[in-house]
């Protein structure tokens, strides 16, 4: 089995890439540094910021879906990205270390089960949630927070 997760699109940061302190309160988001790594994960480049790197912090809908497990919450990314991270059959780095919530969806974006990863087991966790053919996608949180990390898809190439 295969399975890819990808970062978020970089136009997701763009509207907050030189907008002033009161327009990223207008947008609701919030400029910040990082003072620590990991702490402030990146959900475009699916990796920890540096420590003195800036970043966004603003609110997602996660999971855009008429269904009754509609979810957002906020997130960091980087501004000035180019491209989504992606990873296919591999861990990104931005799993290291957390304990992981794992959402798992089938098409009709109605949740099918769930389950917990600690650190290190994430890829396990995957697999195994992936083995039931009703499933069409994994949500992963971090599960302390709650934040949103990354979607997870069967991946056929």
């Not at 480049?45 to 603003?58: K, P, Q, R, T, Y």
């Not at 087991?121 to 709650?146: K, M, P, S, T, W």
């Amino acid at each position: 089995m295969t399975c890819q997760m990808t970062g978020l699109n970089p136009d997701i940061a763009r509207p907050f890439a030189e907008a002033s302190a009161e327009k990223l309160s207008a947008l609701g988001a919030v400029r910040m540094t990082a003072t620590s790594k990991p702490g402030f994960p990146c959900r475009i480049s699916l990796e920890d910021a540096e420590v003195g790197e800036e970043l966004i912090l603003f609110h997602h809908i996660s999971h855009d879906v008429d269904s009754p497990y509609r979810s957002s919450y906020a997130i960091f990314a980087r501004t000035g990205l180019t491209a989504a991270a992606r990873y296919t059959d591999s861990i990104p780095p931005v799993f290291a270390g957390r304990t992981l919530g794992m959402r798992a969806f089938g098409t009709d974006a109605m949740l099918k089960t769930a389950s917990l990863a600690l650190p290190g087991e994430a890829d396990r966790a995957i697999r195994q949630l992936f083995e039931l053919d009703e499933l069409a996608y994994i949500d992963v949180h971090n599960a302390a927070h709650g934040c949103f990390v990354a979607r997870v898809e069967r991946f056929e190439s």
